[in-house]
């Protein structure tokens, strides 16, 4: 079965500064690869997504994400953030031939400092 | 506007009083589902529905039922809360059954059981 592993349960930036989030999957073929964001008292948000092709996916809100195929990897990024991209991020997994859909990781909580 | 619509939004019950969470949206989606989100595990589907009478499980199932009985409409029911429901929950709604497809959510309800 597909799993998700997001290894950074808290991150703190600062205003202005990078931001890369990491994700990992494990999954037998290429997956459908997903970031979603959620603001606090909201529901998620698509960011952006990958099926296949370029390997640089372009989102909304100025963020990109990486898909590297031998390193499993999906990592989200920012060049700068802003107080307003504080939210939780949730990487996910989509499979061919899965009904469930989507797979979730245990997300990462973004907090943005002034 | 195209949207997920869970109600309620918050809801406090005792242990074994029968609850229904309602989902409804307006996008013709066919595909329909529910998580929890409990801290530390992301969201775990409940059920999942990819059309009208038809349902299927998720990955945490017990204590909880679901129907389609309508395209729009797809309510979550606890028939006896207990205290380890206790979450927030999620719908979604996808286009289709394809697991590349974008999922809309609901704003979420968060449910306490006592």
């Known amino acids: 079965a597909q799993s998700v592993t997001q290894p950074d349960i808290h991150i703190t930036v600062s205003e202005g500064a990078s931001l890369e989030l990491r994700c990992n999957y494990s999954?037998?073929?290429?997956?459908?690869l997903f970031w979603y964001v959620q603001s606090p008292g909201q529901g998620l948000q698509l960011l952006l997504k990958y099926f296949s092709g370029d390997t640089l996916v372009q989102g909304i809100k100025g963020f990109e994400a990486e898909f590297k195929r031998s390193q499993s990897s999906f990592n989200l990024r920012k060049p700068s953030v802003h107080w307003s991209d504080a939210a939780e991020y949730f990487c996910?997994?989509?499979?061919?031939?899965?009904?469930?859909?989507?797979?979730f990781g245990s997300g990462t909580q973004l907090t943005v400092l002034p | 506007e195209a949207q997920v619509t869970q109600n309620p939004r918050y809801l406090i019950t005792v242990t074994g009083k029968k609850l229904t969470v309602t989902c409804s949206q307006n996008?013709?989606?066919?595909?329909m589902s529910w998580y929890r989100q409990d801290p530390g595990l992301g969201l775990r589907q409940i059920y999942y529905?990819?059309?009208?009478?038809?349902?299927d499980k998720g990955d945490v199932p017990e204590g909880y039922k679901v129907s389609r009985k309508e395209k729009r409409n797809f309510p979550l029911i606890l028939e006896s809360p207990s205290p380890n429901q206790t979450s927030l929950y999620f719908c979604a709604s996808s286009k289709t059954t394809f697991q590349g497809t974008e999922a809309f959510f609901g704003q979420g309800t968060r449910l306490t059981v006592v």
């Open positions: 529905s990819m059309n009208v009478e038809v349902t």
């Open positions: 996910a997994v989509g499979v061919i031939g899965s009904a469930r859909q989507l797979t």
């Open positions: 999954y037998g073929a290429t997956p459908y």
């Open positions: 996008m013709n989606h066919e595909y």
